[in-house]
């Protein structure tokens, strides 16, 4: 889906997105308590995500990082996006 709004990033269709993509995943929208979207990493020492290597076909869309606090604790792996299949969309725990 396409979450710009005249050239700027459209915040709620971007939740929306990550929701209906986490949801596919197998972990649907009731289960998900925020979603945080930002260019910087949220890990100390890993690249920006519009620095990480994409593939070729995934070069056209726009490269986040997103944090997803669940309202339980989740197993996973977690995946969600496009690039899940090639190593892009992969979701690192993080225990409070």
Do not use: C
């Not at 944090?67 to 409070?96: K, N, Q, Y």
């Amino acid at each position: 889906g396409y979450n710009s709004l005249r050239g700027q990033i459209n915040l709620k269709k971007t939740d929306q997105l990550l929701r209906q993509a986490l949801g596919k995943g197998g972990f649907p929208s009731e289960m998900i308590d925020e979603v945080f979207v930002q260019a910087a990493p949220w890990v100390p020492n890993t690249p920006a995500a519009r620095e990480s290597f994409r593939a070729q076909h995934l070069r056209k869309w726009p490269s986040y990082h997103v944090e997803v606090r669940f309202r339980s604790l989740v197993a996973g792996p977690v995946l969600a996006g496009i690039g899940r299949h090639v190593g892009l969309g992969v979701f690192v725990p993080v225990l409070d």
